[in-house]
């Protein structure tokens, strides 16, 4: 839907997208519409400020202090003009994408963990799961929509992986019936600290269930966790809005809805993008889809690959425990070229959703388009698998992969990722965008990918 055509009626515009009265979706859409109100009416008083400020210069016979004060009127009113008109863009983009979204009526969506009830009438306590209650935690996950990681396979994978405890939150009904709950990963390390993530390695975790005041409710209660566990901080990674007060939506899921035939998919992503995928068949490429025994492959390209990026790699005891594990869907795909892998993808499937959430090509192989080519083969093999939707995985709006992953058609999906710390705490940067970690960056780029897989493992295990 035109963004204009939104602005101009936006409750009958959710209306003809089928987005309900009650939903968050249509929450979401309406605090936008009243950011981008307040930022219209701030900029048009701006302008209307620095047209007065201009119209002052051309008085006559200024003092010099006078003339001083209004330059520097002009400089702030400028830079305010500026920065408003750069938060309208954002905000203009967001809500576009979350239309595009929706822009088919009725379509299905993708399987993110999103209340869908605004409230939960009942009573209810929140405290955290003993073990002998364990299997009230997984009655409720096989009732609930959840992600892939919230099953407690996962949880037991990270422990075995990398030595990390998971324990659960509930709310408990008065009926003794769990209504929500949240598992928690902690971490411990002499380089970053104390803290607990939901969920770690992955892109999407946080708390589940039905109702929207269930859920806040959870997140409010873990703040005491922090303080009781001298925690730095709490990471609650989720898709769902208006949770708490600190969080990040710089990132977002780029997610491809799919159609039932390859002919369909080729049709669908369009000239442009056949073209740049196809450059790579002149160099023969072939790809191969398994499980364990692809690992050596694909482990010698991902770890290359992070090298180059100047980033710590996993140890290949963490993929070899996950291909291995009868309760989760992956699969690797491994691109060879002259008989050598190139490039390669880790997939994980869950509820008629695809994910990548690894993927790698060597630098020598950029110049070949194998890193398109791959892709095109990866969503063939989703599409004759069923699947109905395609996760490229998360971004940071406008960046390089967020363009690229934009150009196969994906929709941009918000995360919203909420931040609990004890008073006088802040928001963690353990990122690469975190400037005192880029000398560590260069250097490592400069290291023997030998020596990376030595020392990288214990590193990243800290880094969720």
Request: charged letters at 25%; a positive charge.
């Amino acid at each position: 839907m035109d963004i204009k055509k939104f602005l101009a009626s936006p409750e009958s515009s959710m209306a003809s997208l089928g987005i309900s009265v009650e939903s968050s979706k249509r929450r979401e859409l309406l605090e936008q519409v009243d950011q981008l109100t307040q930022l219209r009416s701030r900029l048009k008083e701006a302008k209307k400020n620095k047209s007065e400020i201009a119209r002052q210069f051309k008085a006559p016979e200024q003092a010099a202090d006078e003339r001083e004060s209004l330059i520097l009127a002009m400089q702030v009113v400028s830079a305010e003009i500026k920065g408003i008109e750069e938060e309208l863009k954002t905000i203009e983009k967001r809500l576009a994408d979350a239309l595009n979204a929706n822009q088919q009526q009725g379509a299905p969506l993708p399987p993110f963990v999103i209340a869908s009830e605004h409230h939960y009438n009942g009573g209810y306590t929140v405290r955290e799961l003993r073990a002998a209650e364990r299997h009230l935690w997984e009655d409720f996950l096989s009732a609930a929509q959840t992600s892939a990681y919230h099953h407690p396979v996962w949880a037991e994978l990270i422990r075995r992986s990398f030595g990390h405890p998971t324990r659960i939150w509930v709310a408990i009904n008065d009926e003794g019936k769990v209504i929500g709950g949240i598992p928690l990963t902690f971490f411990s390390s002499r380089l970053f600290g104390k803290f607990a993530v939901s969920i770690p390695y992955f892109n999407y975790g946080g708390v589940i269930s039905r109702w929207f005041n269930v859920a806040r409710d959870i997140i409010g209660h873990l703040k005491t966790i922090c303080k009781h566990e001298s925690l730095s901080h709490i990471e609650i990674r989720t898709m769902q809005p208006d949770l708490g007060e600190h969080f990040s939506s710089k990132k977002v899921s780029m997610v491809l809805s799919l159609p039932d035939s390859e002919a369909s998919l080729d049709e669908q992503l369009g000239a442009k993008v056949r073209a740049q995928y196809k450059k790579s068949e002149e160099y023969q490429p072939k790809i191969v889809f398994g499980k364990i025994e692809l690992l050596n492959d694909f482990y010698r390209v991902f770890a290359h690959n992070m090298r180059d990026l100047g980033t710590p790699v996993y140890g290949k005891k963490w993929f070899a425990n996950i291909l291995t594990e009868s309760k989760i869907n992956a699969v690797i795909a491994v691109v060879y070229v002259n008989q050598k892998p190139v490039a390669t993808g880790f997939l994980i499937g869950h509820e008629g959703m695809l994910e990548i959430p690894w993927a790698s090509t060597i630098r020598q192989a950029n110049a070949m388009n194998v890193n398109m080519w791959m892709y095109r083969r990866i969503l063939g093999y989703a599409v004759n698998e069923g699947y109905q939707f395609f996760d490229f995985g998360r971004s940071t709006r406008d960046a390089g992969t967020f363009k690229f992953k934009k150009q196969w058609g994906a929709v941009a999906h918000t995360h919203y990722w909420y931040y609990l710390f004890p008073e006088g705490g802040a928001v963690p940067e353990l990122n690469p965008d975190n400037p005192k970690y880029k000398l560590m960056i260069n250097i490592w780029k400069k290291m023997p990918v030998w020596l990376s897989k030595l020392i990288g493992p214990p590193i990243v295990a800290n880094l969720p």
